[in-house]
């Protein structure tokens, strides 16, 4: 009974709330200590109440990011929810920047093929509210005069992931920060050299066995469930996220990451 009051009515709402250090090849020195709040699969809809997801925002902007980014999965098939959590992500009054992910296209299904509807609106809403949409797309900002690029991509699920396209213009040998919702992207995305993915999806698994790990997860590398991993070129982050899908978390807390960036 206790465990059980444990995993639906505690952890799922006990944030992770955690400092990452990311070292960075040939990162301009006016990068270092970049600060970017990752907050991923909010899951805005009739299970995850609003008022966890403005605590989330909340701590978020509280870290004092120079940038915050979403990697998808801001809702769960719903139209609904979608003005609150433009509303929510406004309010952090702070540089947004959002990808997409399964969850985020067609209103019916977790696997959505050609079907956008719900995308389209969304980054109508997402726009309006001054976040920065990115399907497809990469868009250059400056520090102190130096040119750095965020990148986002389309959910792997839908027929429109390219990375191809997403990463066309990005000059070569620029730091580059990739949002990918789900971590299966990785290999698509490695002959583009970003220097940092930062994915989602997963959500750790929800439900860990201590010393074993998540039993069930959505992805196919299972071994990146969560956390920091090095690659041949760069970094991925899989967060576990905010929200849920199940009502229920145990060894598996939502976290809200703060990545600060290094010269390596």
Known sequence: MAGGVYATQIEPFWFDVK?????????????????????????????????HLEKACAIAADLKPDIVVVTGDLVTHTFDYVDAVARL???????????????????ISAFPGRVTVLADMMQRELEHAGCTVLRNRSISLTKSGVRFWI??????????????TAFAGKSAGETTICLSHNPDTVEDLLPHKPDLILSGHTHGGQVRVPFLGAPILPIFHRQRDQGLWKLPYGHLYVSRGVGFLLHARFWCRPEIPLMVLKRA
């Open 89 to 107: 992500l406004k309010s952090m009054n702070l540089p947004v920047f959002v990808s997409f992910g399964n969850h985020d296209y067609s209103p």
């Open 151 to 164: 990148t986002g991509l389309e959910d792997a699920y839908s027929s429109y992931f390219h990375p191809p």
């Open 19 to 51: 400092q990452v250090t990311v070292p960075v090849a040939n990162l301009p020195s006016v990068l270092e200590g970049f600060r970017i709040a990752h907050l991923t699969d909010l899951h805005a809809s009739d299970t995850v109440p609003l008022w």
